[in-house]
């Protein structure tokens, strides 16, 4: 079975500044997607970005970027020029291709980014 | 257009009763996910379904739980004789197509809490 682990329950940052969330996986399979999702307040679930395994090339959106390393199995998070709106739970999920786990998303169990003026 | 919607939002049931949570995907996606998610924890997947049959439910903690989508569209979690164990976050999710590049679109979640 994959599992997913975020080491960092809690993490802040400056306003304007950089910060990288860490996310580590355990999986057996070679074809999967990595995704960060954030959680405010609201409970909605929003996708921030998505990584497919068999791309090399690391994924950005805006001032979303990741490092994705296969062979480690990490899937680390940077968020560039933080903003208040970005404080919220961050989750790292993985989907499998496979067809015995389906299409389900198996999620870490988070990092609360706070966000100081 | 509207996204993923959950009713109630919030469901306090006393010990043992029945409850029945509802979801209602995005119009046309074909895909749709339960998942739990307890108190300062990610949410952990329970049931998924492609059109109106269960494809995965190898996440339904006990037989307590059951969930249906008969019409491949609005799908309602059951739990019968709950438990305090059983109080968490209900999120549901829905998808074009599963698997793939599809995005699974999240709804806000029903907060049930056994008391």
């Known amino acids: 079975a994959q599992t997913v682990t975020q080491s960092q329950p809690e993490m802040s940052v400056q306003e304007a500044e950089t910060v990288t969330l860490s996310c580590t996986y355990d999986t057996s399979e070679s074809d999967y997607y990595l995704f960060w999702y954030k959680q405010p307040p609201s409970r909605q679930m929003i996708l921030v970005i998505r990584q497919e395994a068999y791309k090399q090339q690391n994924a950005t959106e805006n001032r979303f970027s990741v490092n994705f390393q296969k062979a480690a199995k990490s899937f680390s998070l940077k968020i560039s020029d933080s903003q208040l709106g970005d404080a919220a739970m961050y989750f790292c999920a993985y989907r499998s291709e496979g067809k015995t786990s389906g299409s389900r998303l198996t999620f870490g169990e988070g990092t609360q980014l706070t966000v100081n003026p | 257009g509207a996204g993923v919607s959950q009713t109630p939002s919030n469901k306090v049931t006393e010990k043992g009763k029945y409850v029945e949570l509802r979801c209602d995907p995005i119009?046309?996606?074909?895909?749709l996910y339960w998942y739990r998610q307890s108190l300062g924890q990610g949410p952990e997947f329970l049931i998924y379904?492609?059109?109106?049959?269960?494809?995965?439910d190898s996440g339904l903690p006990n037989d307590r739980f059951f969930a249906v989508r008969p019409e491949g569209s609005v799908s309602t979690l059951k739990i019968q004789r709950t438990e305090r164990g059983d109080s968490a976050v209900y999120l549901c999710?829905?998808?074009?197509?599963?698997?793939?590049?599809?995005?699974?679109?999240f709804g806000p979640g029903t907060r049930l809490t056994v008391t």
């Open positions: 999710a829905s998808s074009l197509f599963p698997g793939g590049t599809y995005e699974q679109y």
């Open positions: 379904f492609q059109g109106t049959g269960a494809a995965d």
């Open positions: 119009s046309g996606h074909t895909a």
